[in-house]
């Protein structure tokens, strides 16, 4: 099936913003949580070398949101929770990422697939969780945003909203990633 004429730029537009958020992101947290900033970093890297034409092949962009999902995520949700005080959480979520991330060469694309939209929930749920506990506003509008991108990926439908799903997931990655962003500088002036 032959994309759609505005496909394109509809997917290289998700990709830019969800880039550009991101780096954002990653420079203003750098000083304060490195973790996070590497974890921003890793969705730059995904997001530019899905942009990059000719400089990577399909399964280079595939392992570059593999990475960007399994590891990136939870360094985001290990910053969070270590911030505040969950050091358990912090650790266990990183650790599976890095465990997922090594096994993920056993794994069918069906099993990365589940495995990668699983650990995003995974990071959604526990960072809203900690944000409801410390009435975190842009924890909790990170934490849904991530949420929704991990459950619009599942859906069967290949369009939502008049664009491909794949880019709606994205915007809502952006979207949460920015919000995350916010709440970590919100977290650590109420730290201060």
Not at 27 to 51: C, K, P
Not at 56 to 73: K, Q
Not at 79 to 87: K, L
Request: aromatic share 6%; proline share 3%; net charge negative.
């Amino acid at each position: 099936m032959a994309p759609k004429p505005g496909a394109e730029w509809s997917t290289a537009l998700s990709h830019l913003v969800l880039g550009v958020v991101s780096l954002h992101a990653a420079v203003s947290t750098a000083q304060a949580s490195r973790g996070a900033a590497a974890g921003f970093l890793l969705q730059v890297l995904a997001a530019t070398i899905m942009l990059a034409p000719g400089l990577s092949t399909h399964e280079d962009c595939l392992a570059g949101a593999w990475v960007a999902t399994v590891i990136g995520l939870p360094l985001l949700a290990f910053d969070f929770h270590w911030v505040n005080g969950d050091r358990s959480s912090a650790n266990l979520l990183l650790g599976g990422g890095m465990v997922l991330a090594v096994a993920g060469g056993h794994l069918s694309s069906e099993g990365r697939s589940v495995a990668g939209q699983a650990m995003l929930l995974v990071v959604a749920v526990t960072i809203l969780i900690v944000a409801v506990f410390t009435a975190n506003t842009y924890g909790m509008w990170g934490g849904t945003m991530l949420g929704v991108a991990g459950l619009l990926s599942r859906l069967e439908e290949d369009r939502l909203l008049l664009l491909p799903k794949e880019d709606v997931c994205r915007w809502a990655l952006a979207a949460g990633s920015w919000a995350y962003c916010r709440a970590l500088h919100t977290q650590r002036l109420q730290w201060e």
